[in-house]
C-alpha cells in the first residue's frame, strides 16, 4: 500500500524522541520508501506519455486525479524520510554537546558484538551485518559535526559552551570519583583521582569529567 | 500596591543612567539573555554588549591567574568572590549562546533569509553574528549532504530541494510569530492595537502584559518594552 512504510518510518522517528539511546538505522525501510518514490514518478512519466507534453487536466479528470495521488503519496514519503533522518541528527547533536563520544561508543559495541560471542556470530548478523546503529552516511555526519561544534567552541574559549546549563550556585562542590581518572591540574595543584575517593573541588575544573561519567556531584 | 511600588522602583533605577558601567553590562547582559530564551523569533546580535562582556570576562581571568598562589587569605577570599562572580557571568553568556544556537537549528533556513535581508538593508545590526553565521550554513550544508546521501539522491530531480514551497505545503519552517510572552512597559507606548483581533490595549510605563509576540515585536526591539 501507498504510504505505508512511510508511515512506519514516522513512527520509528517518534519512538526515538522518547528514547535514551539512538536504536539501529531502519535501513530497509529507508530504501523501501525510495523505492516507492521512484516507481511512483516512474508510473507519472508513464501516464503522461501518451499525452506528450499536451495534458489538460480538465479534459481526463480521472487521470489528472491518478497523478494527483501519485503526487502527493511521492510528497509524504519526503516528509517521512526528512522527518525520520532529521530526528535522529537532532538526536546525535545533542550527543555530541552533550560531550558523548557517538562513534567511540558504537565501536565498543561492535566490538562487544563480535568478540563477545564468537561461536554464536552466525545467527546474530542477519538484521544488522555491522552492529553499528548508525548508517555510514551519519557516522559521516557525526564527524562533521564534531569538527564544526569544535570550531565554533574554539571561539569562546572562556565561556566553555558545553558547560552546564544550570545556575552555578557554588564555586566548590564535593565530588566522588566513579572510574580512575588519572591526574587533573587545578590552580589548587594536582589532584589524583583515584575511584572511590571524595574531593572537594572547583566546579569548573571537573565540569567535563562529571559530564563524561568519571565523577558524580554529591549534593 | 506594594508590589506595584517594587516595580516602580526597579524601572526607576534602570531609567537613571549613573548606575556604574560594570552592572549595566551585567543588566544588559542578563536582559539579552532572558529575551533570547523567551522571544520566539531570533533577536539581533547584540555585539556591544557581547564585547563588553567577554572583555570583562577575560580581565577578571587574568586577575584570578595572576593572584592565586599567593598565601593572604585576605586575597584569597576576594579571588573566590571573584571566580564565582565569574562563573555566573560565563553562565549567562553560555545560556545565551546556546539559546540562539538552538533557534538557528530549530528554523535555519527561516533565520537565514531574515539574516540576509538584515544584511542587505545596511542593517548596523545583523541578525547574526559571523561566527553564527558560519554556524548555521555549514550545519545546512552537512544535513542536505547528509540527507542527500542517504535517500534524496535517488529522488526525481523535482522533488529534491529542502526549501519547496509548491504542493501546498512549505518546507521551510517558521517560529510561532503568534506565541504569548509576558511584557514590561519602560516607556509609554501608547494605544496598541492587536491584530486579527479588533481590539487594543493601552501600555503605560510599569504595566506587565501577556499579548503575543507579533504585536510587541516592534517595540520590544525598540528597547520600549522588555520580555519578562
Keep these: 500500500m501507498y504510504g505505508e512504510t512511510g508511515f512506519k518510518l514516522v513512527q520509528a522517528a517518534k519512538r526515538e524522541q522518547a528514547l535514551a539511546h539512538l536504536p539501529p538505522y531502519q535501513t530497509e525501510l529507508v530504501r523501501a520508501t525510495t523505492r516507492e518514490v521512484r516507481d511512483l514518478d516512474k508510473d507519472v512519466a508513464s501516464i503522461l506519455e501518451p499525452f506528450a507534453g499536451s495534458f489538460n487536466p480538465s479534459s481526463e479528470p480521472a487521470v489528472a486525479c491518478g497523478l494527483l495521488t501519485n503526487h502527493l503519496c511521492m510528497r509524504r514519503n519526503k516528509r517521512c524520510l526528512l522527518a525520520y533522518h532529521r530526528t535522529r541528527t537532532d538526536k546525535l547533536d545533542e550527543m555530541c554537546w552533550g560531550g558523548i563520544d557517538v562513534l567511540e561508543r558504537q565501536q565498543q559495541q561492535v566490538n562487544r558484538a563480535g568478540g563477545g560471542e564468537g561461536g554464536a556470530m552466525g545467527g546474530e548478523g542477519g538484521s544488522n551485518s555491522n552492529g553499528s546503529s548508525l548508517s555510514p552516511e551519519e557516522e559521516e555526519y557525526v564527524r562533521q559535526y564534531s569538527d564544526l561544534l569544535a570550531a565554533y567552541k574554539g571561539q569562546w574559549t572562556d565561556v566553555d559552551l558545553t558547560g552546564s546549563l544550570e545556575p552555578p550556585k557554588d564555586l566548590f562542590i564535593d565530588v566522588r570519583v566513579l572510574k580512575d581518572a588519572g591526574e587533573i591540574q587545578t590552580e589548587y595543584g594536582a589532584i589524583t583521582l583515584t575511584k572511590n575517593s571524595q574531593f572537594y573541588v572547583r566546579q569548573g575544573d571537573v565540569e567535563r569529567l562529571i559530564q563524561q561519567g568519571y565523577l558524580q556531584r554529591l549534593s | ?228
Design chain 2, 1 to 228: 500596591m506594594d508590589d506595584m511600588d517594587d516595580i516602580d522602583d526597579i524601572i526607576a533605577e534602570i531609567a537613571v543612567d549613573n548606575t556604574p558601567a560594570e552592572t549595566r553590562d551585567l543588566q544588559d547582559l542578563t536582559r539579552c539573555w532572558v529575551a533570547e530564551r523567551i522571544a520566539p523569533e531570533m533577536l539581533a546580535w547584540p555585539h556591544d554588549v557581547v564585547d563588553r562582556v567577554l572583555e570583562r570576562i577575560r580581565r577578571q581571568i587574568e586577575l584570578v591567574e595572576d593572584q592565586t598562589g599567593s598565601m593572604d587569605p585576605k586575597t584569597n577570599f576576594k579571588l573566590i568572590v571573584v571566580q564565582t562572580e565569574l562563573e555566573r557571568f560565563k553562565f549567562l553568556v553560555r545560556g545565551f549562546l546556546r539559546a540562539r544556537l538552538k533557534k538557528i537549528d530549530a528554523h535555519p533556513l527561516y533565520i537565514l533569509a531574515q539574516h540576509n535581508d538584515s544584511s542587505r538593508s545596511g542593517d548596523l545590526n545583523p541578525l547574526l553574528s559571523p561566527s553564527e553565521y558560519q554556524y548555521l550554513t555549514t550545519h545546512q550544508s552537512l544535513l542536505s549532504a547528509h540527507y542527500k546521501s542517504s535517500f534524496l539522491g535517488q529522488f526525481p530531480a523535482s522533488l529534491q530541494r529542502l526549501d519547496d514551497t509548491t504542493g501546498g505545503v512549505n518546507m521551510i519552517d517558521r517560529p510561532d510569530e503568534d506565541a504569548a510572552v509576558f511584557v514590561r512597559c519602560l516607556k509609554d507606548v501608547g494605544d496598541l492595537a492587536i491584530e486579527g483581533t479588533g481590539s487594543s490595549v493601552d501600555i503605560k510605563r510599569g504595566d506587565v502584559w501577556v499579548v503575543r509576540w507579533s504585536a510587541v515585536r516592534r517595540w520590544v526591539e525598540a528597547g520600549d518594552l522588555e520580555v519578562i
